[in-house]
């Protein structure tokens, strides 16, 4: 661990312990008091707390809310900016869309802590209280940043819903529930409930516009040029593209994504593709493979050069997945925008 760790978790204990010295010796003295002020007086209760969240597994009850953030990924940077949260966040890390017109001015002013995944010693080095993971792979145990060994640290920790959605699958319903558990962790729960009523009204808008209209077949690229890695039925991907008055050719695919073949991929004929689009290699070259390969040519998709482009962090379970069903539906609806 970091010396400058090491000394503030000594700082900690050295008060923690002289506190409790002094707690000791009033009771020694036959003391009673218990008011605010006197020795042995207990935090002043926070209104909405204590809190206990089941996440992923993990128990956490908290009697207060967090003051020092760290986000390892972007959608939870983005989640906490869009509460209004900027104030209680000591770093963030792994950026892999640009950000949010909105959010840009409050985002640059948030320590970088890494182009990827910090390490659990940059991170500890932020003095934080609370870590935020995107992906499973924040808190990866062999790379030292496991959820045991931050809790060791004194450290809560909480994992973006997406991550331990099981078999069921995601909905945007995960989405709604995650910023409210955020919102309930850091004691806004109204600001929550008022990002959560937004968001519907985004999705229900983008609903009425390609209602009655026919579902257009969606092929996911993601990756790949042996076999298709694509968007499967448990992802939040799939449920963006239904909303979106679409239908995943792939959805009974059993996980967030999987490999196909490209014989499969043509006898699927998907009307539209989507592009994920994300850090590595770009959308330009990823239209420019698929359509270069004969295989391919007779595919609708293919012949009418009907794409449709979506950042990666868009189908995740964060505030940008309402605003990509709107987006979503324009591409595979276009005339009900007109």
């Given at each position: 661990m970091s010396s400058a760790w090491r000394r503030r978790r000594s700082a900690r204990v050295a008060a923690a312990a002289t506190a409790l010295s002094a707690v000791l010796l009033t009771g020694g003295c036959?003391?009673?008091?218990?008011?605010?002020?006197?020795?042995?007086a207990s935090a002043p209760a926070v209104k909405g707390f204590p809190v206990t969240i089941d996440n992923c597994g993990v128990k956490t009850t908290y009697t207060r809310p967090p003051s020092r953030a760290v986000t390892i990924h972007q959608h939870p940077a983005e989640l906490m900016l869009s509460l209004g949260l900027k104030e209680r966040m000591a770093g963030t890390s792994y950026p892999?869309?640009?950000?949010?017109p909105e959010l840009r001015e409050d985002f640059s002013?948030?320590?970088?802590?890494?182009?990827?995944?910090?390490?659990?010693e940059k991170v500890l080095d932020t003095d934080p209280d609370f870590v935020y993971g995107g992906y499973a792979s924040?808190?990866?145990e062999k790379e030292g940043r496991s959820r045991k060994a931050f809790a060791d640290a004194g450290i809560d920790t909480y994992l973006n819903r997406e991550n331990c959605a099981g078999k069921q699958g995601v909905t945007m319903q995960d989405t709604y529930t995650e910023i409210r558990t955020i919102g309930r962790i850091f004691g806004v729960p109204d600001r929550a409930s008022t990002l959560v009523s937004t968001l519907r009204s985004r999705v229900a808008e983008a609903g009425r516009a390609v209602k009655g209209t026919r579902d257009v077949s969606v092929f996911v690229?993601?990756?790949?040029?042996?076999?298709a890695f694509t968007a499967g039925g448990k992802g939040l991907g799939n449920e963006l593209i239904k909303l979106a008055g679409g239908r995943n050719v792939f959805s009974e695919l059993d996980d967030v994504f999987g490999d196909?073949?490209?014989?499969?991929?043509?006898d699927r004929r998907p009307d539209v593709i989507a592009i994920y689009d994300y850090a590595g290699t770009s959308v330009a070259q990823k239209?420019?493979?698929?359509l270069s390969q004969p295989a391919l040519a007779d595919v609708p998709a293919i012949k009418n050069k009907r794409f449709v482009v979506l950042?990666?962090?868009?189908?995740?379970?964060?505030v940008r997945s309402a605003d990509a069903v709107g987006e979503l539906a324009r591409g595979l609806h276009p005339e009900s925008f007109k």
């Open positions: 036959g003391s009673s008091g218990t008011g605010a002020g006197s020795p042995g892999d869309s640009a950000v949010l002013s948030i320590p970088q802590l890494s182009k990827e995944a910090p390490s659990f924040a808190f990866a690229y993601d990756s790949g040029d042996k076999s196909v073949s490209w014989e499969q991929v043509v239209k420019k493979f698929l950042p990666l962090t868009d189908t995740l379970v964060g």
